[in-house]
């Protein structure tokens, strides 16, 4: 095992760590943050988030001796962050993130439910995916035309970076952003940054389960894991030529899911960006060995849990637009592919239409959120005109 450890791999799991880390976590932020979190929950769960798919990047690519990279359910802190907050608070979302972890565990075990979710139409998951994505794609206009001195630079820095290489994009932008704090606040004013703090003061989540955050939280939370991260996950890793197990995967990061979900962590699940980095050749020549590239992501993600207070700390400084600016940032370029998917179809365009105008239009409808319907709307839309 050692004898596949290469300076290539190495490299590159740490490259795709970073890129993973710095690409979404104000995403993740926004998410936690209104579903209610306070801040030691904000960053308990970024904590648990954080180690779940760390430990999950060791793990599978250890058994499975394939670059099984893990992430966080971006497409799914996405959805929270342009979600209305439930009336339980942080509570009942943890009750969600509970039963959506309970969803993918099943599907692990019951081949048909994952099929069932495949049987969703690309377009209609398209749909979904774009319209639960808008909004927080709104908020970099409108934090530019709020804070324009903080914003310009932050942009700047990630045009730079997307002119360049589209993964450099975001780190880029989360370096300047960092700059822009220190430059623009007092640090010293955050006990956590003057005093060096690392670890949070962990805050457990005491869950509630009501069938309004099962339907509005917990089944669009899973289509959008499943759709928008493990199947596109499993394919590059078959583009690439290993040979996957999905539903023992599946089943394994629905358990460590449900382990960290008490803590307010959304899931954890295959990733698709940083597989792509970590199963091609420049993780190294020998395709049998680029595991060691998942593995070395997996460590780094660990280290980089131990900085959720400081992280939580330092976000804390900055106007909540401005975060929410960032995480927006970070997904237009999912917003682009998305939009571009949904309407590949000439043919069937009115029912990934209808479902991306209904989960965006931030509805509800029976207390059940319009991502539910959404799909609801487009999928009877879309049988009706395949007849």
């Known amino acids: 095992m050692i004898r596949h450890l290469s300076l290539p791999a190495v490299s590159m799991g740490l490259l795709a760590a970073f890129v993973g880390y710095a690409a979404s976590f104000a995403i993740v ?3 936690m943050t209104a579903m209610g979190a306070t801040s030691d929950q904000a960053a308990t769960g970024l904590f648990f988030a954080t180690i779940g798919m760390g430990i999950c990047s060791i793990w599978l690519p250890i058994k499975t001796r394939i670059p099984a990279a893990v992430a966080w359910s971006t497409p799914g802190a996405a959805f929270l962050a342009a979600t209305a907050a439930l009336p339980g608070g942080f509570g009942e979302a943890a009750g969600a993130l509970i039963f959506c972890s309970c969803l993918i565990i099943l599907t692990g075990f019951v081949p048909a439910l994952g099929r069932l979710v495949a049987a969703i139409p690309k ?3 398209n749909g979904l995916l774009a319209g639960v994505l808008l909004k927080l794609c709104f908020a970099p206009a409108i934090a530019f035309a709020e804070f324009p001195m903080l914003m310009l630079p932050v942009f700047g820095a990630w045009l730079i970076g997307l002119c360049w290489n589209r993964l450099a994009a975001m780190p880029f932008a989360v370096i300047t952003f960092v700059f822009v704090l220190a430059l623009a606040v007092d640090t010293s004013a955050t006990p956590a940054l003057s005093d060096g703090q690392w670890l949070p003061d962990f805050v457990p989540v005491a869950p509630v389960f009501t069938v309004q955050s099962f339907f509005s939280i917990a089944v669009p939370l899973y289509l959008v894991t499943m759709a928008g991260q493990n199947i ?3 394919a590059v890793l078959e583009l690439n030529g290993y040979s996957v197990r999905r539903q023992a995967l599946i089943r394994d990061t629905g358990v460590v899911s449900m382990v960290i979900a008490p803590f307010g962590a959304i899931p954890v699940n295959m990733s698709a960006i940083t597989a792509a980095m970590m199963a091609g050749e420049d993780a190294g020549r020998d395709p049998d060995a680029r595991y060691w590239a998942a593995v070395t992501s997996g460590v780094a993600y660990v280290g980089m849990a131990c900085a959720a207070t400081l992280i939580i700390s ?4 900055a106007p909540a637009a401005l975060i929410t600016a960032v995480a927006g940032l970070a997904l237009i370029p999912a917003l682009v592919g998305s939009v571009s998917s949904a309407f590949s179809d000439p043919d069937q365009k009115e029912a990934p239409a209808l479902t991306f105008l209904v989960a965006a239009s931030g509805m509800t409808l029976f207390g059940v959120s319009g991502a539910f319907w959404g799909v609801v ?8 005109k395949a007849e």
């Open 314 to 317: 330092l976000a804390s400084l």
């Open 123 to 125: 377009p209609i998951a």
């Open 29 to 31: 932020l926004a998410g």
């Open 377 to 384: 709307a487009g999928s009877v839309v879309w049988m009706m």
């Open 232 to 234: 596109p996950g499993f």
